[in-house]
């Protein structure tokens, strides 16, 4: 079982890269379609879920 230190520094870690996303998803939205735009839209998904469970975790 992970400790609570590894956890919050994933959950970091998770809620810097799905804001990175979200960014991209903010420009791809402004741009006509993009190929990759599932595959970033998947990735924000899995992002959001990994936070939710790691606050469940946590908590």
């Known amino acids: 079982m992970p400790k609570r230190k590894e ?3 994933l959950a ?3 809620f810097l890269i ?3 996303l979200n960014q991209y998803k903010v420009v791809e939205n402004s741009l006509p379609k993009l190929e990759g735009s599932f ?3 998947q990735l924000f998904y899995l992002g959001d879920f990994l936070l939710t469970f790691i ?3 946590i908590t």
Request: glycine letters at 0%; proline letters at 0%; a negative charge.
């Open 7 to 9: 956890l919050e520094a």
């Open 12 to 14: 970091d870690n998770v």
């Open 18 to 20: 799905t804001t990175r």
């Open 39 to 41: 595959f970033f839209r």
């Open 55 to 57: 606050a469940s975790e």
